[in-house]
C-alpha cells in the first residue's frame, strides 16, 4: 500500500504542474487579448476559474498523501492511525474546496472562501513549525523532509502571493464588465498577468527543490 501511496505522491506533482501551466498560458492569452469580444474573454476566462479548482485538489492531495507516506514509514510517530486520520481529513478536505468552488456566488459560499483563505495561512505556520522544530522536535524527522516542509510552506505562501497579486486583475475585469474595454484597463490586466507570473515562477522553483531535497535527501 506505501509504494502506492508513493506513486500516487509522484503523480499528484505532475498533476499540480500540468494544472499551473494550462491555467498560466490560458490567463495570458485572455490578457493579452484586447481585441477580442468580452464575452469570449470572459468564457475563457471562467475556464481558468474552473481549471484553477485542479491545483487547489493537487495541494490537498499533496498534503494528505505527504502525511500518509510520513506515517507509513515512521518518520512521524502514530503510524497506521495517523495515515488514517489523513486520510480522513483529506476527503473531508477536498469536499470542502468543491463546496466553496460552487457555492462561491452565494452568501454561504464567501464565507467558506473566507475559511479557505485563513486555512492557507494556517497550514503555512504548522508547516514551519515543524521544519524549523518547533513541533516535533523529539521525532525521527530527518532533514530531508523538515527541508521539504519548509519549501511546501513556500509554495502555499507564493498561492497566497498569487491570490494578492490578482486583486487588480479582478477589481478591473469587474469594471470592464460594467463600464466597457478601454486600453487602459486592458494594460491594468497585463500587468497584473507579468506581476502573478512572477510569483507563480518562484512557486515553480519551490516545487523543483522539493524535488531535488526529495531525491538527494541530504541528511
Not at 509522484?10 to 469580444?37: D, F, H, K, Q
Not at 481558468?48 to 498534503?63: F, K, N, T, W
Request: aromatic residues 10%; contains cysteine; hydrophobic residues 60%.
Amino acid at each position: 500500500m506505501t509504494v502506492w501511496i508513493l506513486v500516487l505522491h509522484i503523480a499528484v506533482l505532475g498533476y499540480w504542474l500540468g494544472s499551473e501551466l494550462v491555467i498560466n498560458s490560458t490567463y495570458r492569452y485572455v490578457s493579452y487579448a484586447g481585441s477580442m469580444p468580452f464575452n469570449e474573454r470572459q468564457r475563457l476566462m471562467d475556464h481558468v476559474m474552473i481549471v484553477d479548482q485542479h491545483v487547489r485538489y493537487a495541494l490537498v492531495l499533496q498534503a494528505m498523501l505527504g502525511t500518509m507516506l510520513a506515517a507509513s514509514y515512521g518518520l512521524v510517530p502514530g503510524g497506521e492511525t495517523v495515515a488514517n486520520i489523513a486520510l480522513a481529513i483529506g476527503i473531508a478536505w477536498l469536499a470542502f474546496v468543491e463546496a466553496v468552488h460552487r457555492l462561491h456566488h452565494s452568501a454561504i459560499g464567501q464565507v467558506l472562501a473566507a475559511i479557505d483563505r485563513a486555512s492557507r495561512y494556517v497550514l503555512i505556520i504548522i508547516l514551519l513549525a515543524l521544519a524549523t522544530g518547533i513541533v516535533g522536535s523529539e521525532w525521527s524527522m530527518p532533514l530531508w523532509l523538515r527541508l521539504k516542509l519548509g519549501l511546501f510552506a513556500g509554495v502555499i505562501s507564493c498561492g497566497v502571493g498569487i491570490r494578492f497579486a490578482l486583486i487588480a486583475h479582478f477589481r478591473t475585469w469587474a469594471v470592464m464588465a460594467r463600464d466597457g474595454v478601454t486600453p487602459e484597463r486592458n494594460a491594468v490586466i497585463e500587468r497584473t498577468y507579468v506581476r502573478a507570473t512572477s510569483v507563480l515562477v518562484l512557486l515553480w522553483v519551490f516545487i523543483a527543490a522539493i524535488v531535488v531535497v526529495s531525491v538527494v535527501k541530504p541528511v
